[in-house]
């Protein structure tokens, strides 16, 4: 399937602050170091939103604000990629972001106010490449940061893995 930067799907709207380990997934998901999808999106948002995991659909964006996921792990950005959801955000720490982007998750950071943009169960629209973010359902729309052109081929790939296999086999070509 094609890659696409435009996501439209449900809104799932979380606060501030809210954790990499224990808000986004359980401590003991870090701790055990899983990396295998499969195994962590049962536990994706499980101490902030249960039964998440199985009402998501690809499509679907988590919208949050200001300092989200706090720490640099990667288990919950892997598990939000697999599902085929996007994430907007007001801010994340740097090294939170560099994770997200490195498993090849659309991030859309910098966007200020989001949070009272949308409600979760809101149908949004949102395009990663321009910055476009729409609330289809109260007929909101407002620009905010795009993917920096630089990462874009990055998440495009799926992540930093499949960037440089890519970038090994054109040198390789060469």
Partial sequence: MAFSWIYRGRCYKLGHDVPHM??????KIVSEQRYDP?????????????????RCRPGDLVVTGRNFGMSPKMQGYIAMQALGLGLVC???PFLAYREAIGVGLPVMMGCEGVLEACETGDELEVDFSTGRFANLSKKIEKKYPPIPGALREVVALGGTTNWLKQW???RDAA
């Fill in 38 to 54: 499969k195994d962590i999106i049962p536990h994706l948002f499980e101490e902030t939103d249960p039964g998440f995991h199985e």
């Fill in 168 to 170: 090994w086999a054109k």
């Fill in 90 to 92: 007001e801010s994340m």
């Fill in 22 to 27: 224990g808000g986004v997934v359980p401590m």
